[in-house]
Nanobody, 124 residues
Framework: QVQLVESGGGLVQAGGSLRLSCAAS????????VAWFCQAPGKEREFVAG????????YYADSVKGRFAISRDNAKNTVYLQMNSLEPEDTAVYYC?????????????????WGQGTQVTVSS
């Protein structure tokens, strides 16, 4: 059974940082693309950042470029999202997702497995 468990969310002031983690089990993690999505209240879930199976390729939403960094440690079956210079607009539930593919996608339907999410709240 595939499980993705996110952690690291919380309440932070604007300008602060958080590091999210996504721990995977039940699949050959190192073979697949992983991404972070977020969903703010009243909005659709949207792509934030993605990383290829090897970690050599990454892709970011324009809104987070230069502020967020995605990385992975395949030995630990874990993907990270370092979030810096946080803004109130970053407030959302953040989800980790795995795509059974070598390519990074940005659409929800392209991803096969999802975690339960972790709340990030940025106060002004």
């Amino acid at each position: 059974q595939v499980q993705l468990v996110e952690s690291g969310g919380g309440l932070v002031q604007a300008g602060g940082s958080l590091r999210l983690s996504c721990a995977a089990s039940g699949l050959t993690f190192r073979r697949y693309t992983v991404a972070w999505f977020c969903q703010a209240p009243g909005k659709e879930r949207e792509f934030v950042a993605g990383i290829s199976w090897s970690g050599d390729s990454t892709y970011y939403a324009d809104s987070v470029k230069g502020r967020f960094a995605i990385s992975r440690d395949n030995a630990k079956n874990t993907v990270y999202l370092q979030m810096n210079s946080l803004e109130p607009e970053d407030t959302a539930v953040y989800y980790c997702a795995v795509r059974v593919s070598l390519e990074i996608g940005t659409a929800n339907h392209q991803y096969n497995y999802w975690g339960q999410g972790t709340q990030v709240t940025v106060s002004s």
